[in-house]
């Protein structure tokens, strides 16, 4: 009975980690929508704007990362472990990506400046491939 207790509230936190977690993502990535967008469209590129959207973003992101290292302190061993594996590679593909994506316009093999967006769209991509993987290595 004890653990059928135990078992029921780590699932509880579990799910409301999960939701804390994508709350403050979704806060995070709408602040940099706001931050990316907002001086053109909305207020002309005024500097205290763009300031309060930018101490608001870094704001937002620090929140998200501390809700996620709360998330993982909540996994269970084998989570944790197929959300190190994947955050390992994930790492290795960005820096390595990187570093070759920040050459490409200086040795002329493309055109235009490379984008961050490329890169943070190339690492969730990876992330969300690792995880899915070490799933279905492990279960």
């Known amino acids: 009975m004890r653990s059928e207790k135990s078992a029921d509230n780590w699932q509880k936190d579990y799910k409301r980690s999960v939701k804390q ?12 929508a706001l931050l990316s ?16 959207a930018l101490g608001l973003n870094l704001l937002l992101g620090i929140m998200m990362v501390l809700a996620m290292v709360r998330h993982v302190h909540r996994m269970d061993e084998l989570e944790r472990k197929i959300f190190l594996d994947a955050s390992s590679f994930t790492l290795g593909i960005g820096v390595i990506a990187a570093t070759a994506y920040g050459t490409l316009e200086d040795i002329k ?6 984008d961050i967006a490329h890169l943070i769209l ?18």
């Open 21 to 32: 977690l994508g709350l403050w993502t979704l806060l995070w990535v709408l602040s940099t």
């Open 122 to 139: 190339l690492m969730s991509l990876t992330f969300l491939l690792s995880v899915w993987v070490g799933n279905r290595r492990y279960r």
């Open 37 to 52: 967008f907002g001086p053109e469209a909305v207020w002309q590129f005024d500097a205290l704007f763009s300031l309060m």
């Open 109 to 114: 093999l493309i055109a235009f400046e490379p």
